[in-house]
Nanobody, 115 residues
Framework: QVQLVESGGGLVQAGGSLRLSCAAS????????MGWYRQAPGKQRELVAI???????NYADSVKGRFTISRDNAKNTVYLQMNSLKPEDTAVYYC?????????WGQGTQVTVSS
């Protein structure tokens, strides 16, 4: 089982920024596409950003222009830079493969955006 550890969440005001980190236990980013997902209370988990092994990226329409996914293969870490945060971005954020591997889900990191 690959261990993924998310960090960087917190409480921020609307319009603020956060950078989330996802540290992986192995060199999986060389061969696997990775994604950031989020889940708000009472809602389905949704995919918000993807970065492929080839470096291409894709984003949910709701975050385009505000979020940027990147990776550092040497550190086995994926990042999500979140700018211009909105209260609607409030959720627990998770990283995983894309498509996700069920047993790779970690604890996530809470992002709360106040009005």
């Amino acid at each position: 089982q690959v261990q993924l550890v998310e960090s960087g969440g917190g409480l921020v005001q609307a319009g603020g920024s956060l950078r989330l980190s996802c540290a992986a236990s192995g060199s999986i980013f060389q061969i696997n596409a990775m994604g950031w997902y989020r889940q708000a209370p009472g809602k389905q988990r949704e995919l918000v950003a993807i970065i492929t092994s080839g470096g291409s990226t894709n984003y949910a329409d709701s975050v385009k222009g505000r979020f940027t996914i990147s990776r550092d293969n040497a550190k086995n870490t994926v990042y999500l830079q979140m700018n211009s945060l909105k209260p609607e971005d409030t959720a627990v954020y998770y990283c995983n493969k894309a498509p996700p591997q069920y047993n790779w889900w970690g604890q996530g990191t809470q992002v709360t955006v106040s009005s």
